[in-house]
Nanobody, 120 residues
Framework: QVQLVESGGGLVQAGGSLRLSCAASGQTLYAMGWFRQAPGKEREFVGFISRSGGRTDSADSVKGRFTISRDNAKNTVYLQMNTLKPEDTAVYYC???????????????WGQGTQVTVSS
């Protein structure tokens, strides 16, 4: 069993930055993903990181602006978000799974989400 808790969301102006954290407890060495869901839209893939941290990938919409990293000693995964745009506004979720993937069904455990709002 894994418990995931996201933090770091908030309100930021367009062009600004935020860093989200996802703290894991329980059995923690999983591949980790970040997803987001805007009102009225489906949950969409943002990026993932492998168990070792040696492999990452991200959605085209955030590539070059968002970076995923992890600190296994702290059981924490990060999502650094730069050059934020109003269309990045969403609830952001971290998720844990056996392998990396870009689909919601690739992940078993989910956090409760943290709201990110980008004003124009």
């Amino acid at each position: 069993q894994v418990q995931l808790v996201e933090s770091g969301g908030g309100l930021v102006q367009a062009g600004g930055s935020l860093r989200l954290s996802c703290a894991a407890s329980g059995q923690t060495l999983y591949a980790m993903g970040w997803f987001r869901q805007a009102p009225g839209k489906e949950r969409e893939f943002v990026g993932f990181i492998s168990r070792s941290g040696g492999r990452t990938d991200s959605a085209d919409s955030v590539k070059g602006r968002f970076t995923i990293s992890r600190d296994n000693a702290k059981n924490t995964v990060y999502l650094q978000m730069n050059t934020l745009k109003p269309e990045d506004t969403a609830v952001y979720y971290c998720a844990a799974g056996a392998v990396t993937g870009a689909r919601v069904r690739d992940y078993v455990y989910w956090g409760q989400g943290t709201q990110v709002t980008v004003s124009s």
